[in-house]
């Protein structure tokens, strides 16, 4: 058992992998250089590597980094289309990045609390360039209380709101963290948040609200905005990928770059950090992920109090997770394996029960309309309804087990 909780996981890594992995960088290392020229000399399924990099949301780096050592070594059948593929996500980054910061400064304007989440700006931040990462909207945090305001802003602007808010804001606020917004002039989608990770789903103690007097200055291409610091933006990078258990290798690239600005006095405020909010955990699986996956600069001792059990259990499948495709998986399997995720990286045990899971959503409501006076029978509703789909995924399983061992017995 010991030797389970040291040593880290070990990965099946074919030549696309390894590959993919090795160009996942914004600046490579000679190191990194010679190993996707060692790497080249391999056969390469390059059709599989290049939907790879696509799906991970990572193809723009990896083909800026893949053409910077051997532009040749791409399929000839296809090399147009992958340059026109990488300039339009050039063309797309930069005008998102200006459509970005554009909202930024029309919230402030309205004298409201607005700071740019992941997207564009952060790649910038982060990366160096806004192409060097795929998104496929914007999103931006706002301060509870401006939110009805931000949400105004937004419509006069041209936005329509894409899903109708529940029957009641308070209703809304309590189970979700974010609205959507389409503008079909400019073509492109924008995520209003009031909070960053629901706390039903992903137990934390931190509140956002608690921290806009907190914030520091900060200033791309002329523009200047309010964010959080670098230990508070891994901190939310680490959560938001733990809420969806870690599935996508752009998330373990963001928590690689954002370790290489971590200066080594920064290490210990950012550990006392994710204790105090009860996500330390959730930070060793990223900080283990990112060291184990990209070779990210962890300092040895902080990676050393990382090979726990329930780390190495969390990186496992988050390893699954990444690199199974979802065309394999069920729904309702990734449901389950995602509350599961969820549980084990949850540090106390009062914790461990997801009250999201029993919580009525929209679906629950369309089973049965009842009036107000009477939304407390939704729990029971949920409860049937959830019961039903469970066991015929559960008979379904079984029922395919038991067909398949027939026919290996006609065999």
Known sequence: MINLIKRKPSFDFNPEIRMLLASAHSRLSDKQRQSI????????????????????????????NINSIDSSVWPQSG?????????????????LLK??????????????????????????????????????DLDILVCKDDFLEAHQVLLEYGFTLMKKPDEELAHSFKYDVHWSYYHGEKKYRVELHWDLVKQKRLKHAFHLEEHWDNLQQVEIDGIKFKNFDLSHLLLFSCMH????????LKWICDISEMVKDIESQQWSHLIGLS?????????????????????????????????????YILEKMAFSNIFTHSS??????????????????????????????????????????LPAALHFLYFFVRIFRLSRVYLKYLFSLLYKRSTSGTTGSGR
């Open 37 to 64: 020229s060692s790497l080249l000399n391999n056969r390469i399924d390059w059709q599989t590597l290049v939907q790879l990099a696509q799906h991970q949301g990572i193809f723009p780096l990896f083909y800026k």
């Open 79 to 95: 090399v147009r289309d992958l340059r026109l593929r990488f300039y339009t996500y050039v063309y797309t980054s930069t005008v």
């Open 99 to 136: 459509e970005h910061l554009e909202l930024i400064q029309l919230l402030q304007k309205a004298s409201l609390r607005a700071i740019p989440y992941k997207g564009p700006v952060f790649t910038r931040q982060f990366y160096g360039d806004p192409v060097y990462r795929q998104y496929c």
């Open 241 to 248: 990928s733990a809420k969806h258990s870690f599935a996508s």
């Open 275 to 311: 204790k105090r909010y009860h996500i330390y955990r959730i930070l060793q699986t990223g900080l283990a992920l990112a060291f184990d996956l990209l070779q990210a600069e962890v300092p040895y001792p902080v990676m050393e109090k990382c090979r726990t059990r329930p780390v």
């Open 328 to 369: 394999q998986r069920l729904a309702l399997s990734d449901n389950l394996l995602n509350y599961l995720f969820i549980i084990i990286s949850r540090e106390r045990f009062g914790d461990k029960l997801i009250a999201e899971f029993f919580l009525p959503n929209e679906r629950d409501r369309k089973c049965i309309p």
